[in-house]
């Protein structure tokens, strides 16, 4: 038997509505149902490009077909919390996009409603899979670092943050969209050790839009690393994507698909390049279904994905006050 799945938002943006209906129908134990999109002309695209879907006109509508068991949330921030609450209240599994939700009040109340129901919640959160952060940390994990006091992790460049990405009430911002993935990134490379501490500063400006155009977070961790996010759209020169330090060597990517140690390494000169790892999005949805059909555990635990929501709510108040924001 297969966990019927319906897609909520099937935007243009980026095609993520395509994307998750691709991930969804190439996963065993999984079948594409539905799709729903507040948007008639974004429901008239998915009539077209999914056959087989069942295309919705309400989202409650999605909600009382007993075929869908799952839905997804691949909407604007703001929504995800209200939409995942009403699922899980609908008794429906929940898997969110990124950013999990805006605040922690919010995610208690995703996990809570979940939790009532009994029924499972967790985040897109692929970039766990991403080739870069699964060579970081296997690199971290093997030692060659020596004890890691330092990481930076980045991704800044020059891009417009067009429609909702550009408004503060929907949860536009840099720190939202790419510090979501940066952030539950850091959090997973250091747990169990959980942040302490954190000082972010923001910039506005470059692009007219109301959020900030540029995010510095410095997160302190309770084993003593700090760590760096250093995330946004009108940024002339690029840091690299990720420089770990460590007492022993160095680890550096430049980009995503390149990687070199230095430092203190046997048997080189003291210097070698790493191979960089393949990404693999499709584990996240081949364990949803492994987790829905055969009870394996959870890959992405929202209790987890919440320690990064707290990061994230903790640098706007630092950014606000000018204040170091201890956890
Ligand atoms: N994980 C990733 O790699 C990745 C990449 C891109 C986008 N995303 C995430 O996907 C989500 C959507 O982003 P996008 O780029 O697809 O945006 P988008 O603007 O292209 O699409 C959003 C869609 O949601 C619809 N919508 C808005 N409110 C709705 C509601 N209440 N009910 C139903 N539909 C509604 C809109 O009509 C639109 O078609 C965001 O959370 C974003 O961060 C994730």
Not at 25 to 54: K, N, W
Not at 76 to 81: F, L, V, Y
Request: hydrophobic letters at 40%; one cysteine or more.
């Amino acid at each position: 038997m297969s966990i019927g799945v319906g897609l909520v938002g099937y935007g243009v943006q980026f095609g993520m509505g395509k994307h998750h209906a691709e991930q969804v129908r190439q996963t065993q134990g999984l079948e594409l149902r539905g799709v729903y999109d507040i948007d008639p002309s974004r429901r008239e695209t998915a009539r077209v490009e999914q056959p087989g879907a069942r295309v919705y006109d309400t989202y409650e509508g999605m909600l009382e077909d007993p075929g869908i068991d799952t839905v997804v949330l691949i909407t604007p921030h703001d929504t995800h919390a209200p939409l995942s609450v009403q699922a899980s209240r609908a008794g429906k599994h929940v898997i969110t996009e990124k950013v999990m939700c805006l605040n922690t009040k919010e995610a208690d109340e995703m996990i809570s409603a979940a939790r009532e129901a009994d029924r499972a919640l967790t985040v897109y959160q692929n970039r766990r899979w991403d080739g870069d952060y699964l060579t970081v940390l296997n690199v971290m994990e093997s030692g060659a670092l020596g004890r890691v006091f330092q990481i930076e992790s980045s991704v800044n460049g020059w891009w417009f943050p067009a429609g909702w990405r550009g408004l503060k009430a929907q949860g536009g911002g840099m720190l939202y969209d790419w510090g979501a993935h940066l952030t539950d990134q850091l959090v997973q490379l250091m747990l169990p050790a959980k942040p302490v501490s954190v000082y972010a500063t923001f910039h506005h400006g470059g692009h007219d839009v109301d959020v900030e155009t540029q995010a510095t977070v410095v997160i302190r961790f309770e084993n003593g690393v700090a760590a760096q996010i250093d995330v946004g759209c009108v940024s002339h020169i690029s840091r690299p994507r990720w420089l770990v330090r460590g007492e022993r060597a160095a680890l550096l990517m430049e980009g995503s698909d390149s990687a070199k140690i230095k430092g203190d390494l046997e048997d080189t000169s003291g210097e070698m390049t790493v191979a960089v790892e393949k990404s693999d999005w499709h584990a996240f949805y081949k364990n949803i279904s492994r987790h829905l059909n055969e009870g394996a555990v959870l890959a992405v635990k929202p209790e987890e994905v919440r320690i990064a929501i707290g990061v994230i709510e903790a640098a706007f108040e630092s950014g606000r006050t000018g204040q170091v924001v201890d956890f």
